[in-house]
């Protein structure tokens, strides 16, 4: 039964296929970098060769933080940070919270980047956050994340287009319910081979159809993501707490009824850390201290999620007496539905919430919505492939479909090239464009597009293979021998990664596919007039 | 009202309306949402719903068939809630 | 380990009824023109349970991360699952 007439079935896929053709593509580029970057620690840690092993928390660091924060300015003291990410830099933050003339929330401090074993400073910066040089380890990884999360423009203008494309997602979620009369009972037909239209009509709605609770809910997390910060915030610290959004940070994030400014020295940290990770069952993830030097300091410290649950604890501390003081919820002081529903919302959109086994089922979720977006945009000019102007414009999805891959490959092998060297960020940014434009010029000087499809995949193929051994050879990556003493089975497993993903791409090449294609009917020739 | 003028009103429904009535409904949810066990609620689902907020209001102006009848809906869902922001300035 | 078990027990729950569901699907078989080798009796609600029970389960039982890791699956293998045509190859 449908919910809507002609009419409003008419308007509605307008609304779903005029999205999609205008924004659709960039939307593909989000959601294939976010599945990427859901793997975004494992490329860290793989990317930095082996050598961040170093686990900061499980090791002395009590003195060295005392004498790193003890003489900055006590406006730093407001909240000091620690964590370390995974391509293994430790980063050391304290910092206090602002409002800028603009009116936007910032964090400024002093930003120490510290070796993970000796804890030597390899970088001093002061500033907010936005000011801070990316870390030179982790340039690979942080550059996928940052493409998925603004596209690589200036905030606030990335967060406000992805949380558009978001917008558009679940638009397209939407309509797709509504406009799908028959959701229940195409839920097993295969696609059909008996014409081309009617195949890309069927395999864009049999994977719509299965992908859609997930559609809806990665949308809808990512356009919140997206809009938190840059709308959210701001226009409820307008509402209830006249403009200032440090208030309005602090309310929700939850600030103790009481403050004691006496001037008290920070309890041991490595004992705390001890008691918690003995508590807890497991080696704390990263923590914060606020209000340094106080009597009412408190030491937070993170941990991961428990087995079989998908949201990690804060354990507070009273960092001038040791005094374990309980779980602190995600938001306010005590639990509340608020913190309980957003403590879904990160697990839901990163699938971080059961280590490899979650994250690969997340991989594939977001592999799902590119195929989605990528047939659907098929379907649409498969139906008006009679125009030549959109038959130009459907070469357009395989340049983006195969050309965002190649360019995070060129990235990757930007990154390994140029890592030993002062700027991995700079090149592994150039690396990307380098690639997406080879992409576009294969696009438009290959005509026939079985033999284009054959030669992307073909690249693909070839640049996956090679990447593990550029790890080792360029970035001075460790071998496998090496990696299996020290225990690193996550960088193993991404080597085999892209060596299965590189032999998948062969196997394309080479004409082995799960599905069979349809050829596609040339257009329409002029009829032909018998001889008279 | 002509053709034209009806895919006028659509669009501006559709569009600038229904992101400028998300924006209203998230800071008058402050005003009304329950404040919870940790009075933080209220403040953390006004914008968490912001993407609902746009979505109702943009599928419910694609949808409609009698567009007068969506244009006093919008105006006075965007009344209330300004009113209700509006609060705030009596109140301090 | 636990999590990882029960995913996997549920998973395969709830694809055995999916298996089941594309084997007696009527429009599949109309449109293939498929004549089923073994007769089953077509009991789609009972299945559609089956498909759902370990989402009840789980989340009863507190295991969270098994149902979100569960669900996601679901899609993804039911998704493949309808893909292939039947009796079909590569």
Redesign the interface.
Same mark, same amino acid.
């Given at each position: 039964m449908s919910i809507?007439n002609k @009419?409003?079935s008419k =308007?509605?896929l307008a609304?779903h296929g005029w999205s999609a053709v205008i924004l659709g593509l960039f939307l593909y580029v989000v959601v294939l970098t976010g599945s990427v970057a859901v793997l975004s620690h494992e490329i860290g840690l793989w990317s930095g060769g082996g050598h961040g092993h170093h686990n900061v928390l499980e090791h002395p660091l009590h003195d060295r933080i005392v004498e790193l924060v003890d003489p900055l300015d006590p406006a730093y003291h407001e909240e000091v940070s620690l964590f370390q990410n995974a391509a293994g830099s430790v980063f050391l933050f304290p910092h206090g919270h602002e409002t800028t003339d603009e009116g936007s929330f910032v964090e400024k401090g002093v930003r120490y980047v510290l070796d993970p074993v000796s804890l030597e400073i390899l970088q001093r910066e002061e500033g907010t956050r936005s000011d801070f040089a990316p870390d030179h380890r982790s340039a690979l990884d942080r550059f996928i994340v940052d493409l998925h999360v603004r596209l690589h423009a200036p905030n606030p203008w990335g967060l406000f287009a992805t949380g558009i494309l978001?917008?558009v997602m679940?638009?397209a979620a939407?309509?797709g319910i509504?406009l799908h009369k028959h959701l229940i009972?195409?839920?097993?037909? @295969? &696609? =059909?081979?008996s014409g081309l239209l009617l195949n890309r009509r069927d395999r864009h709605i049999?994977?719509g159809s299965?992908?859609l &609770?997930?559609s809806f809910i990665l /949308? $809808?997390t990512g356009? $919140?993501f997206s %809009?938190?910060g840059t709308? +959210?915030?701001p226009?409820?610290a307008?509402?209830?707490f006249?403009g200032d959004q440090v208030k309005?940070f602090e @309310?929700?994030r +939850?600030t103790p009824a009481i403050e004691d400014e006496r001037p008290a020295p920070i309890y041991d940290l490595d004992a705390m850390l001890a008691e918690s990770k003995e508590r807890v069952g497991s080696t704390p993830q990263f923590l914060t201290i606020s209000n340094w030097g106080r009597a009412d300091a408190k030491l937070t410290v993170f941990h991961g999620?428990a087995?079989?649950?998908?949201q990690g604890s804060n354990h507070v501390y009273n960092a001038a007496t040791g005094a374990y003081e309980g779980v602190k &919820?995600l %938001? +306010?002081?005590? &639990?509340?539905?608020?913190?309980a529903?957003?403590a879904w919302?990160g697990?839901?959109h990163f +699938?971080n %919430? /059961?280590g490899l086994?979650?994250k690969a089922?997340?991989v594939?979720?977001g592999l799902?919505t590119c195929y989605v977006t990528l047939t659907g945009l098929q379907l649409w000019t498969q139906r008006r492939h009679e125009s030549a102007v959109w038959r130009s414009m459907s070469r357009a999805i395989p340049i983006v479909g195969y050309g965002t891959p190649l360019g995070l490959l060129g990235a990757a092998f930007a990154f390994f090239a140029s890592y030993p060297g002062p700027n991995p960020a700079y090149w592994t940014a150039v690396g990307f464009i380098a690639a997406s434009i080879a992409s576009i010029i294969m696009g438009l000087t290959i005509r026939e597009r079985t033999q284009l499809s054959r030669s992307y995949q073909g690249v693909l193929a070839a640049g996956l293979v090679l990447l593990p051994i550029l790890r080792v050879t360029l970035a001075e990556g460790l071998w496998w021998p090496q990696l299996i003493s020290q225990g690193s089975v996550i960088i193993i497993t991404m080597d085999l990664l892209m060596l299965v993903c590189g032999l998948g791409c062969l196997a394309m090449v080479l004409g082995?596919?799960?599905? =069979?294609a349809v050829a596609p009917r040339p257009a329409k020739q002029p009829l032909m007039q018998p001889a008279e | 009202m002509t053709w034209n003028g009806r895919l006028i009103a659509r669009w501006v429904l559709a569009g600038p309306a229904a992101f400028v009535l998300a924006i209203l409904l998230m800071a008058a949810t402050p005003f009304w949402f329950p404040k919870g066990a940790s009075n933080i609620d209220h403040l953390v689902f006004a914008i968490f719903l912001f993407p609902a907020y746009w979505a109702i209001p943009f599928t419910f102006a694609v949808m409609a068939e009698k567009l007068w009848r969506a244009s006093a809906i919008f105006l006075a869902t965007g009344l209330i809630s300004v009113l209700m922001i509006a609060q705030m300035f009596n109140q301090t | 380990m636990i999590t990882a078990t029960i995913y996997i027990c549920a998973t395969l729950l709830s694809a055995a009824a999916i298996a089941y569901l594309l084997l007696t699907d009527p429009k599949r078989a109309r449109v293939f023109k498929q004549k089923s080798i073994v007769s089953l009796p077509r009991k789609p609600r009972l299945a559609w349970v089956i498909v759902f029970s370990p989402a009840a389960v789980l989340l009863v039982a507190g295991q969270t991360s098994a149902f979100l890791a569960w669900f996601g699956t679901m899609t993804v293998v039911g998704w493949l699952m309808a893909m292939k045509r039947p009796g079909a190859g590569a």
């Open positions: 809507a @009419a409003q =308007r509605l609304v978001g917008f679940l638009s939407i309509s509504i009972k195409d839920l097993f037909v @295969a &696609p =059909r081979l049999l994977a299965w992908s &609770p997930f /949308a $809808f356009a $919140f %809009f938190a709308i +959210g915030l226009i409820v307008m509402a209830a006249g309005a @309310a929700v +939850g999620p087995e079989g649950k998908i &919820p %938001f +306010g002081e005590k &639990p509340s539905l608020g913190s529903v957003f919302v697990p839901l +699938g %919430f /059961a086994m979650s089922i997340w594939a979720l799902a082995i596919t799960f599905e =069979r | - | -």
